[in-house]
């Protein structure tokens, strides 16, 4: 009879409490029991403090360089391959080298532009150009030039005068953010791609997490979003990722607001855009109206709830400049853009189990490849004292 009551009153005394979406997940316990713990499996995407990816790519160096070496008025062009160029002649007329074909779309924010030295007004000087709310241009002859965008475009282009030589002359076209000081040249980089998981590390220690116990789990595939279940190995696939690059078999159209759109699901999965994307190129905004207001930018539409039963697309809006189906698969084709999608049926798989057993006293718990869950076995009354404590303590 004594051993029952014991057993009825430790029954009484504790409980399984979860700690749910957690970067470190912290709790107490008086006993040492298996841990129920589910990770986030999300994909790996740096903004470097950006809330969003940028066409810019978002590198020191935010302006790319894409057209080829050629020979205009006189004047050989030759592109180095790094975003650099080499100019020789003696011009046979004023002319300008745009160094980009496109329309550049930044934040609005002050930028430099450099990448001159030795310039002058009647031998060759870099312009910005900039279009939007008014049509103005910015140069240098040497050194920066300041240039503050207000929901406007911008190209950078050579001026060279008629009559000047240039011998060896090398330019170095750079818009990088006011904030930054240093005026060294920098290839242009996208430092906003996205890659998936191949394994994941759960790391266990007590109150002390500098030498914490690690489990690595292989995932067996490369995943962009999901849950893994520690405990019992279960592997729930909720995402898939797709690159567009300008292919024919993208089925793209474009519409009167100059926004393109395709199915995603000619390519892939159904989608659920109840859910978040990440892209590594394009702005990602709420819905497919505001992609028409918004330059350089992606949205999802269609869900699984019975509004859209059958549309599951993907718009996006580089500029109005943009506004064929050519001049889209074109921009695609030098800037592919990758997508993380929902998947609207998510794919299960079983892994193998990993038991981990918690500590007497503190414990935490977190993962490298996102936030953690876990259920365990807890006193209640320590439980409740300390969250009342801590209670207390924030009314203080």
């Not at 659920?272 to 505001?290: A, F």
Request: include cysteine.
């Amino acid at each position: 009879m004594q051993a029952n009551k014991a057993l009825l009153l430790s029954n009484m005394l504790s409980s399984t409490i979860s700690v749910e979406n957690a970067d470190i997940a912290s709790f107490e316990t008086s006993c040492v029991t298996p841990l129920d713990i589910t990770v986030d499996i999300d994909p790996v995407q740096d903004l470097h403090g950006y809330d969003n990816p940028w066409p810019a790519g978002g590198g020191k160096n935010l302006f790319e360089a894409e057209v080829s070496s050629s020979t205009t008025a006189g004047i050989t062009i030759t592109a180095n391959g790094d975003g650099t160029f080499t100019f020789n002649g003696t011009a046979t007329a004023l002319f300008d080298f745009y160094f980009t074909n496109k329309q550049q779309s930044l934040a609005n924010g002050t930028y430099l532009i450099n990448g001159i030295t030795n310039g002058s007004n009647s031998t060759y000087r870099l312009y910005a150009a900039l279009s939007g709310n008014t049509n103005r241009y910015v140069g240098t002859n040497t050194g920066d030039a300041e240039v503050t965008l207000s929901n406007e475009t911008i190209r950078l282009f050579l001026r060279i005068y008629n009559g000047a030589t240039l011998n060896n002359v090398v330019i170095k076209p750079m818009i990088r953010l006011a904030s930054v000081s240093d005026a060294t040249f920098a290839p242009y980089s996208n430092i906003c791609p996205i890659s998936g998981r191949t394994s994941a590390t759960i790391y266990h220690s007590g109150a002390d997490t500098s030498d914490p116990e690690t489990f690595t789990i292989q995932l067996g595939q490369t995943v962009y979003g999901g849950t893994l279940n520690v405990t019992n190995g279960e592997l729930v696939v909720d995402k898939a990722i797709v690159t567009f690059d300008g292919s024919s078999d993208e089925s793209w159209t474009v519409d009167s607001l100059k926004r393109a759109y395709t199915q995603i699901n000619a390519i892939k999965k159904e989608i659920n855009y109840s859910q978040s994307m990440k892209c590594d190129k394009l702005r990602l905004v709420s819905n497919h109206v505001t992609v028409s207001n918004t330059d350089y930018s992606i949205s999802g539409y269609g869900d699984n709830n019975g509004n859209y039963p059958n549309q599951n697309w993907v718009y996006l809006k580089l500029t109005d400049a943009y506004d064929s189906v050519a001049s889209i698969r074109e921009w695609l084709t030098a800037n592919p853009v990758t997508i993380v999608y929902t998947l609207a049926t998510p794919i299960t798989l079983t892994l193998d189990p990993v038991e981990i057993r918690s500590l007497l006293g503190d414990n935490n718990v977190w993962a490298d490849t996102g936030n953690t869950s876990v259920t365990y076995l807890a006193d209640v009354q320590k439980y409740i004292d300390k969250k009342i404590s801590a209670a207390v303590a924030a009314m203080s």
